[in-house]
């Protein structure tokens, strides 16, 4: 079983940053997981923002977010991180971690992910 705690969501102004943490309890290391972080707004679909592979590092970025997000993750400390600077309105939603037990995935496909945390609200306004 593997247990994701999504924390490091907020208020934030427009231009502003935040950092997200995922922290992953697993029975195996964390770098036999693909990690991927998602977010969802009011009526509309889950969508795939950044996601690392377990196995080489290899990430994705969704298009609107290149430049302004990035997606490390520290296996010795079993957490994922997502730092989003420059925020917009439209970044608002929740925000989800998630983990697919194929390693070498990179894609933010929500199907292809089999493990979600609950769940962290970030909201950009002024």
């Known amino acids: 079983q593997v247990q994701l705690v999504e924390s490091g969501g907020g208020l934030v102004q427009p231009g502003g940053s935040l950092r997200l943490s995922c922290t992953v309890s697993?029975?195996?290391?964390?770098?036999?997981?693909?990690i991927g972080w998602f977010r969802q707004a009011p009526g509309k679909d889950r969508e795939g923002v950044s996601c690392?592979?377990?196995?080489?590092?290899?990430?994705y970025y969704e298009e609107s977010v290149k430049g302004r997000f990035s997606i490390s993750r520290d296996n010795a400390k079993n957490t994922v991180y997502l730092e989003m600077n420059s925020l917009k309105p439209e970044d608002t939603a929740v925000y989800y971690c998630?983990?697919?037990?194929?390693?070498?995935?990179?894609?933010?496909?929500?199907?292809?992910?089999?493990?979600w945390g609950q769940g962290t609200q970030v909201t950009v306004s002024s």
């Open positions: 998630a983990a697919d037990g194929y390693a070498g995935n990179y894609r933010c496909r929500p199907y292809e992910y089999d493990y």
């Open positions: 690392i592979s377990g196995s080489s590092g290899r990430t």
């Open positions: 697993a029975a195996f290391t964390m770098d036999y997981y693909a």
